[in-house]
Structures are given as structure tokens and as C-alpha cells.
Nanobody, 125 residues
Framework: VQLQAFGGGLVQAGDSLRISCVSSEFTNNQVTVSWFRQAPGKEREFVAGIRRSGTTPLYADSVKGRFTISRDNAKNTAYLQMNSLKLEDTAVYYC???????????????????WGQGTLVTVSS
């Protein structure tokens, strides 16, 4: 199983960017798709997750109101729309797929079976 993340880049603070993750696993509506990020010297942290199409996504408090996660099962693609980017959003962003996760497990990176290779988002002042 492969997950391929792409779309990262260098942007200025306040800009918007959308990153994507493609995987054939996303046609399975039982798969939870989430984004995590890892900044230099820090642990990988949960950013956003969505269990099935039509369910309410979960967000980290630090991105709530600025980021939007979505998925298009027909296109095998998950997205993370990032608006009003801040310097502290700079990180490598990873998409991950987990199976049959309950709501309380979505933020737990140990629950995810498959990971993408990461895409770097750099926010400059």
C-alpha cells in the first residue's frame, strides 16, 4: 500500500496552500485519513483527520479555523487546505491511513498503518 503526498512548497506567512495525498486505499470508506506534521526537533503531531466521507473532521487546536481536510474517494485523494499560514506551520506534512478507527483514536499516530513520504511546507516571513 502506498500513500503519496505532494504539493508542499515555500510560501509567505498569511498565504494559502493545498497539499494532497493519493492512495488506492482511499476508495475504502472504512479508512481514516489524517495529516500529521513534524517540525525540526519536534515530535510528529496530529493536524487533521477524517474517518469517512460526510463525517465531521477533527483538527488540532493550533490549526482549527485555518485548515480544512477533505477526501474524494472517487479520485483516491485526500486534501489539506491550509489558509492563513503561520511561521509555526513550517514542517514536513505526512498523510496516514488507519483502519476502523474509533473517534478517540484518530489523533493517535500509533493507530495508523500506512504513511506517505511527507511533503515539506515552509512558511517564511
Amino acid at each position: 500500500v502506498q500513500l503519496q503526498a505532494f504539493g508542499g512548497g515555500l510560501v509567505q506567512a498569511g498565504d494559502s496552500l493545498r497539499i494532497s495525498c493519493v492512495s488506492s486505499e482511499f476508495t475504502n470508506n472504512q479508512v481514516t485519513v489524517s495529516w500529521f506534521r513534524q517540525a525540526p526537533g519536534k515530535e510528529r503531531e496530529f493536524v487533521a483527520g477524517i474517518r469517512r466521507s460526510g463525517t465531521t473532521p477533527l483538527y488540532a487546536d493550533s490549526v482549527k479555523g485555518r485548515f480544512t481536510i477533505s477526501r474524494d474517494n472517487a479520485k483516491n485523494t485526500a486534501y489539506l487546505q491550509m489558509n492563513s499560514l503561520k511561521l509555526e506551520d513550517t514542517a514536513v506534512y505526512y498523510c496516514a491511513a488507519g483502519y476502523n478507527l474509533i473517534l478517540s483514536s484518530v489523533r493517535d499516530r500509533g493507530r495508523y498503518r500506512y504513511w506517505g513520504q511527507g511533503t515539506l511546507v515552509t512558511v517564511s516571513s
